[in-house]
């Protein structure tokens, strides 16, 4: 019997072969971050099926990744049965990846803001997606180590960890502590540090940012940061799933019969923390921004916005980068696991 060896990573910019299958097909993987306008991408590429298609473009979304085609790629509490979850999970996206490439996807678009992890173990741990590192691993090996280009949104800190708070006790949860909200504050980790641990994790992948702020209400803009190419214009009006106002909040906690005091009232929105906590986040954030700005270190390439209208144009393709170009020979560490 004759076993077949590949290698670990592939040839950067060479097309794999398994099964006498020449591989051509460009993976690009949305990774989020949530509260940064995902849902409202997700919905405008449903919208426009036909139009990617057409292109040659083909997207997997959370209601594909998350009703099996992930399961067992991240660690879930329960037996595993005597079963190897991972591998299973592993052969599962190679699988698909065969069928689309057949069906002729020349690019795939993967989108789901939970591959970096969810904001509740955020919350919980009151540190910025701690296990990304790990996680992005797992991802990279169910997809063979094809996965060409990362993309991730990314937002004010004060306002994203704001954002999430709300979004938490919509959903039931409590309100967060203000010993909670300190760590959070205090802790100092920032979008740097989840793009170095997602760089270590996938160091053969080019890593492109995109800051909230160009691409919000604007998911053709974020679809041609991702893919290079010129994105349709037909619904992306919808702006979906954002977090409630501080009426809103009120509401809900009168509904559960918790106690209101802890959200202010007033109108707009809710930020939990306090003037001195927001000053620490907003001066991690701008840190970020500079260090992204500056190259990144080689490790991520930031999109510059040329239109700063608010709504309506989609960007040119060529004007949405700045920053170092993909460095293939950079030297990276170890991925961070949370």
Same mark, same amino acid.
């Given at each position: 019997m004759t076993v077949a060896i590949f290698p670990v990573n592939w040839p950067t910019g060479a097309a794999t072969c398994l099964g006498g299958i020449?591989?051509?097909m460009d993976i690009i993987l949305h990774a989020g971050a949530h509260r940064t306008g995902t849902t409202s991408f997700q919905s405008y590429l449903r919208g426009n099926t036909a139009a990617?298609?057409?292109?040659?473009?083909?997207?997997? =979304?959370?209601? +594909? %990744?998350?009703?099996?085609?992930?399961?067992?790629l991240f660690p879930a509490p329960g037996p595993a049965r005597g079963r190897n979850?991972?591998?299973?999970?592993?052969?599962?996206?190679q699988m698909h990846l065969d069928?689309?490439?057949?069906? =002729?996807?020349? +690019? %795939?678009?993967?989108?789901?803001?939970?591959?970096m992890g969810a904001p509740r173990a955020c919350l919980s741990a009151g540190s910025l997606y701690p296990a990304v590192g790990e996680r992005m691993a797992r991802v990279s090996l169910a997809f063979g180590a094809r996965a060409g280009r990362v993309i991730?949104?990314?937002r004010a800190l004060d306002l994203w960890w704001a954002s999430v708070a709300a979004y938490s006790v919509a959903r039931g949860h409590s309100v967060p502590e203000s010993r909670k909200l300190d760590q959070i504050a205090c802790s100092g980790r920032g979008w740097r540090d989840v793009i170095t641990d997602l760089a270590c994790a996938m160091p053969e992948a080019q890593i492109v940012v995109v800051p909230f702020e160009q691409v919000a209400s604007r998911p053709d803009a974020l679809l041609a940061a991702a893919t290079g190419r010129t994105a349709p214009r037909a619904h992306r009006e919808n702006?979906?799933?954002r977090s409630p106002d501080l009426r809103a909040l009120r509401r809900l906690l009168a509904e559960r019969g918790n106690n209101l005091d802890v959200v202010p009232d007033g109108d707009g929105r809710w930020q939990p923390f306090s003037a001195a906590q927001s000053a620490a986040l907003r001066e991690t954030y701008a840190d970020d921004m500079m260090w992204l700005a500056a190259g990144a270190d080689g490790l991520a390439t930031l999109t510059e916005d040329s239109?700063?209208?608010?709504?309506?144009?989609?960007?040119?393709?060529?004007?949405?980068?700045?920053?170092?170009?993909?460095?293939?020979?950079?030297?990276?560490?170890?991925a961070h696991s949370g």
């Open positions: 020449v591989r051509l990617l298609a057409a292109d040659g473009t083909g997207y997997w =979304g959370p209601r +594909r %990744l998350r009703t099996g085609l992930f399961s067992g979850l991972l591998r299973r999970a592993e052969g599962r996206v069928l689309a490439e057949t069906a =002729g996807v020349a +690019r %795939l678009l993967v989108t789901d803001e939970n591959m991730i949104s990314l702006w979906l799933n239109f700063r209208s608010r709504v309506g144009k989609s960007q040119p393709a060529e004007a949405m980068t700045r920053g170092h170009e993909d460095d293939q020979g950079r030297q990276k560490g170890l």
